[in-house]
């Protein structure tokens, strides 16, 4: 069965630094991996996804995640974090054999201060 | 274009009470997805719709039903609601049910039952 996993139930950043947020996943084929932010009482918003190629992916709001297969991961980045990037993020996986089902990880909440 | 709508936004039912969830997407896609919203669970799949006319469980179907009233609407129905049916939910849309597509989210519902 496929999964993700999101280690870190929170990340902290000072306003301006880099940020990452991490996801690692497990899928029998072939991974889809997709990346989407909630705002507080708010849907999901996709940010980005992974199909096949380059594996550097660029998203929405400057956001940006590396694909590493050898790894299985799929970290979340931006280099510069802003206060209004303060959300839950949840990464999520796809593979062709369970094609109508997205598995999301238990996301992160990135906090980010001044 | 309002993507895609839920009704209502917030409810409170007695234990044993019966509700419908209601969910429309105007972006002519084809398949429609229901999801639970946990503390610390991310989100579940409860049932989908892959195209109209067809329904399917997801992860966590029990004590739920579906129907697929037309392309443009995908209702979710708790016959004998339970404390544990406490929840946010959120329904979601795509194109197709390809494993490159993205899902489109409501603003989701605030269900306690108490």
């Known amino acids: 069965a496929q999964s993700v996993a999101q280690p870190e139930d929170q990340v902290n950043v000072a306003e301006g630094n880099p940020l990452t947020v991490k996801c690692t996943y497990s899928v029998s084929g072939n991974p889809y991996l997709f990346w989407y932010v909630q705002y507080p009482n708010r849907g999901l918003q996709f940010l980005l996804k992974y199909i096949t190629g380059d594996n550097l992916v660029k998203g929405s709001y400057g956001f940006e995640a590396e694909f590493n297969k050898s790894q299985t991961s799929f970290h979340l980045k931006k280099p510069s974090a802003l206060v209004s990037d303060s959300a839950l993020y949840f990464c999520a996986v796809r593979d062709l054999r369970t094609a109508s089902k997205l598995t999301f990880g238990t996301g992160t909440r990135l906090q980010v201060t001044l | 274009n309002a993507g895609v709508t839920q009704t209502p936004k917030f409810q409170v039912l007695k234990t044993g009470q019966s509700m419908t969830l209601q969910c429309a997407q105007d972006m002519n896609h084809n398949s429609m997805y229901w999801y639970r919203q946990d503390p610390g669970m991310g989100l579940r799949l409860i049932y989908y719709s892959a195209s109209e006319g067809t329904t399917d469980k997801g992860e966590v179907p029990n004590g739920y039903n579906v129907s697929r009233l037309n392309k443009r609407e995908f209702s979710l129905r708790l016959e004998s609601a339970a404390p544990s049916q406490t929840s946010v939910y959120f329904c979601?849309?795509?194109?197709?049910?390809?494993?490159?597509?993205?899902?489109?989210f409501g603003p989701g519902t605030r269900l306690t039952v108490l």
């Open positions: 979601a849309s795509t194109g197709t049910s390809g494993v490159t597509d993205t899902q489109y």
